[in-house]
């Protein structure tokens, strides 16, 4: 097996497949990647198990051959060299790098001994597909909201509602919702699907990595192995799906509210980094809003430091309203809205906060209160 590549191509892809390399993986296979010449062609793939990532990619072969190399180190090479070419061949068990000023010899391991993973069979078979920067926006907004561990695995994943003209991006940890909800060209199906977070972040990443005139991410459902496809330009990545019951959320959603403020998120952040100076020592970051007209106050209390308060002012309708949330809840949907004019709307300081964007439909973001 021999090739030659240029070297910004090939630190690009090699940086997105060996992402998803485990550090500390059961089996020794895992912590490689593999490699694949087919008819002049160079196919590259990483695998944990749960989620696969392959990708062709441009090279000059020379020799066709298959072989597996393990891909921190080779990335991390390939990486802190700055020659234009790198010539790569595969001799006995060695798998040779060489420019003009640098070189290294990995050791490699079979390609058979690699995990199959699916792939593509009729790339127009796909079952939905997303405008790239709808795709990533989606995600921005809806992943943070996930659970981060295993205790319900249901929760550490976004739904995806797949509708004839619409695509709902669904997350929840229990204590905070995100849903947004994004237009496609009409496609007459209908699935609801659960897919780690994890999967969404990759593709989303790989999206933002590469400068492709691909305008589209491609969703192919891979239903013999119950596992999820995401095309993007010349990268794949596959993932299973979470099995189980997404809570039912469209109930908990107000119809109504009885305070609604008109917020410039900047003026809120700022407000919420004053305020975290205590709130961050409170058990929960729990911390008050107190609504009234014309302007929001913020307060924090602990007992062994102190109390620190905040003021913005804003457009209110409605009563008054004193309720307390996690200040670090309210950093994070802040942090992951693109938008400056925020609606903050609620009802009761038992009933959840709601965030909508100023002049869209199609995003809701749901915080859970803390008693006062």
């Given at each position: 097996?021999?090739?030659?590549?240029?070297?910004?191509?090939?630190?690009?892809?090699?940086?997105?497949?060996?992402?998803?390399?485990?550090?500390?993986?059961?089996?020794?296979?895992?912590?490689?990647?593999?490699?694949?010449?087919?008819?002049?062609?160079?196919?590259?793939?990483?695998?944990?198990?749960?989620?696969?990532?392959?990708?062709?990619?441009?090279?000059?072969?020379?020799?066709?051959?298959?072989?597996?190399?393990?891909?921190?180190?080779?990335?991390?090479?390939?990486?802190?060299?700055?020659?234009?070419?790198?010539?790569?061949?595969?001799?006995?068990?060695?798998?040779?790098?060489?420019?003009?000023?640098?070189?290294?010899?990995?050791?490699?391991?079979?390609?058979?001994?690699?995990?199959?993973?699916?792939?593509?069979?009729?790339?127009?078979?796909?079952?939905?597909?997303?405008?790239?920067?709808?795709?990533?926006?989606?995600?921005?907004?809806?992943?943070?909201?996930?659970?981060?561990?295993?205790?319900?695995?249901?929760?550490?994943?976004?739904?995806?509602?797949?509708?004839?003209?619409?695509?709902?991006?669904?997350?929840?940890?229990?204590?905070?919702?995100?849903?947004?909800?994004?237009?496609?060209?009409?496609?007459?199906?209908?699935?609801?699907?659960?897919?780690?977070?994890?999967?969404?972040?990759?593709?989303?990443?790989?999206?933002?990595?590469?400068?492709?005139?691909?305008?589209?991410?491609?969703?192919?459902?891979?239903?013999?192995?119950?596992?999820?496809?995401?095309?993007?330009?010349?990268?794949?990545?596959?993932?299973?799906?979470?099995?189980?019951?997404?809570?039912?959320?469209?109930?908990?959603?107000?119809?109504?509210?009885k305070t609604q403020c008109e917020i410039n998120k900047m003026d809120f952040l700022n407000s919420l980094k004053v305020i975290n100076i205590i709130a961050r020592s409170v058990l929960g970051n729990k911390m008050i809003l107190d609504i009234a007209k014309g302007g929001v106050s913020l307060s924090a209390t602990q007992s062994d430091l102190g109390k620190n308060?905040?003021?913005?002012?804003?457009?209110?309708?409605?009563?008054?309203?004193?309720?307390?949330?996690?200040?670090?809840?309210?950093?994070?949907?802040?942090?992951?809205?693109?938008?400056?004019?925020?609606?903050?709307?609620?009802?009761?300081?038992?009933?959840?906060?709601?965030?909508?964007?100023?002049?869209?439909?199609?995003?809701?973001?749901?915080?859970?209160?803390?008693?006062?």
């Amino acid at each position: 097996m021999q090739f030659s590549c240029n070297q910004d191509t090939f630190s690009k892809y090699i940086n997105i497949v060996s992402r998803i390399v485990n550090n500390k993986p059961g089996l020794p296979i895992l912590n490689n990647v593999a490699f694949e010449t087919v008819k002049g062609k160079l196919l590259m793939k990483t695998t944990d198990l749960e989620l696969s990532v392959n990708t062709w990619i441009g090279s000059d072969v020379k020799s066709e051959g298959k072989i597996t190399v393990p891909a921190k180190q080779l990335s991390e090479f390939v990486n802190s060299i700055s020659e234009e070419k790198i010539d790569f061949e595969v001799e006995k068990q060695s798998f040779n790098i060489s420019t003009d000023n640098n070189s290294a010899n990995f050791n490699t391991m079979p390609f058979d001994d690699f995990p199959s993973i699916p792939e593509i069979k009729d790339e127009k078979d796909y079952f939905v597909r997303i405008n790239k920067g709808d795709f990533a926006n989606a995600v921005n907004r809806v992943a943070f909201a996930a659970a981060v561990d295993d205790i319900k695995p249901v929760l550490t994943g976004i739904k995806m509602e797949i509708e004839a003209e619409t695509v709902s991006f669904v997350a929840t940890d229990g204590l905070r919702l995100s849903r947004q909800i994004v237009k496609i060209e009409k496609s007459g199906k209908q699935k609801s699907l659960l897919i780690p977070v994890r999967a969404f972040e990759e593709i989303s990443h790989i999206v933002s990595e590469l400068d492709s005139e691909d305008e589209w991410v491609k969703i192919y459902i891979v239903e013999e192995r119950n596992q999820v496809l995401f095309k993007f330009a010349d990268v794949e990545l596959s993932s299973r799906l979470i099995d189980g019951e997404f809570p039912e959320y469209k109930q908990i959603i107000p119809t109504g509210f009885k305070t609604q403020c008109e917020i410039n998120k900047m003026d809120f952040l700022n407000s919420l980094k004053v305020i975290n100076i205590i709130a961050r020592s409170v058990l929960g970051n729990k911390m008050i809003l107190d609504i009234a007209k014309g302007g929001v106050s913020l307060s924090a209390t602990q007992s062994d430091l102190g109390k620190n308060q905040s003021r913005f002012d804003c457009k209110v309708e409605g009563e008054d309203l004193k309720i307390a949330f996690s200040a670090k809840f309210l950093a994070d949907i802040l942090n992951h809205i693109d938008s400056e004019d925020i609606l903050f709307e609620c009802s009761e300081p038992v009933r959840p906060g709601v965030f909508k964007i100023k002049g869209e439909e199609n995003f809701v973001h749901l915080v859970m209160p803390m008693m006062l």
